[in-house]
């Protein structure tokens, strides 16, 4: 049975930093990419950070440069290090799983309040 397992999430306020992990278990296949996406109250879900095996990364606009992604994949690990928070970065953080033989899978979301 596959796990996605986050933690690092809570209240912090402006201009602090957080550090999300997900440590991925029970794959039946390689990973093929790892990332981070979002979910704001009254918004869809959207991507924030991926890092693909060949360590190519993809950002959202509105975190580049205060958010930086990278991995373990020797422990199915990625992490998610958040700098200069700002309110609206207030949403439940997804990790996302992609498995080389197409499946994908998801954590089950762990809250990041940013506030004063």
């Known amino acids: 049975q596959v796990q996605l397992v986050e933690s690092g999430g809570g209240l912090v306020q402006p201009g602090g930093s957080l550090r999300l992990s997900c440590a991925a278990s029970?794959?039946?296949?390689?990973?093929?990419?790892m990332g981070w996406y979002r979910q704001a109250p009254g918004k869809q879900r959207e991507l924030v950070a991926r890092?693909?095996?060949?360590?190519?990364?993809t950002y959202a606009d509105d975190v580049k440069g205060r958010f930086t992604i990278s991995r373990d994949y020797a422990k199915n690990t990625v992490y998610l290090q958040m700098n200069s928070l700002k309110p609206e970065d207030t949403a439940v953080y997804y990790c996302?799983?992609?498995?080389?033989?197409?499946?994908?899978?998801w954590g089950q979301g762990t809250h990041i309040t940013v506030s004063s």
């Open positions: 890092i693909t095996l060949g360590f190519k990364t």
């Open positions: 029970g794959l039946r296949f390689s990973i093929y990419a």
């Open positions: 996302n799983v992609e498995e080389s033989g197409g499946y994908e899978y």
